[in-house]
């Protein structure tokens, strides 16, 4: 269901928000995820990716690991999410990026992603503040089988509208879709025991001020 984005002056349409936004990015990593599950016939596996296929999403997108703990974090990042955090964020749990109040239902939501396995979309906001104008936003995670052939991984994006200002930015949920994906192998069931251990994130190269999204097999 869509509801309006709601701001401290009025009501924002959806479709306001949409045009809003640069959705380009997000609908490359969209395209290229979709693409691989349907010659595969089934859920992407993380060392599939290739980074070049989605070249002009690169500074839009991000990789996650879903740990036995429930804790997703960012393992490799693209230049905007580190702007809006206003630092590295390689290592830090997705959440970090959203309001308290918002990290409950995002868990809900990425839970669904690894378990489903499904699609999530989300339609954020970050309200006016010193140094700050308002912001709108979208993000998208999809997932990627890790090593065991768990859905265990992900690659999503974030695109937001307007300049960032005074960082951290934080965002509220505005509207959570969670689209079961559906044709697909079967996964195998999680396995008891040991999570393992965390994969080291090598820096990316800087290429002017553009952070280059690196893939490693962690």
């Known amino acids: 269901m869509t509801r309006p984005t709601r701001t401290e002056t009025g009501v924002i349409s959806m479709l306001t928000h949409s045009q809003a936004l640069q959705r380009a990015p997000l609908a490359i990593i969209d395209a290229y995820w979709h693409g691989l599950a349907e010659v595969s016939g089934e859920v992407p596996a993380r060392a599939q990716i290739d980074p070049r296929a989605i070249e002009d999403a690169l500074d839009n997108a991000f990789l996650l690991h879903h740990l036995p703990e429930g804790v997703t974090r960012v393992r490799v990042a693209g230049l905007h999410l580190n702007d809006l955090a206003g630092k590295e964020v390689a290592g830090r749990p997705l959440g970090d990026l959203f309001h308290p109040e918002a990290r409950e239902e995002l868990a809900r939501g990425l839970a669904a992603v690894f378990s489903g396995p499904a699609a999530l979309s989300l339609r954020l906001s970050a309200p006016e503040g010193f140094g ?79 952070l280059r999204l690196v893939i490693s097999n962690d």
Do not use: K, N
């Not at 934080?170 to 999680?190: K, S, Y």
């Open 132 to 210: 700050q104008d308002a912001l709108l936003g979208e993000m998208t995670v999809l997932p990627l089988r890790g090593e065991r052939g768990q859905a265990d991984r992900a690659i999503g994006g974030v695109v937001t509208s307007g300049p960032i200002g005074q960082t951290p930015r934080r965002f509220a949920i505005e509207e959570l879709e969670i689209t079961p994906i559906e044709g697909l192998a079967p996964l195998p069931a999680p396995r008891q025991g040991f999570a393992e251990p965390a994969a080291t994130w090598e820096p990316a190269p800087l290429s002017g001020q553009h």
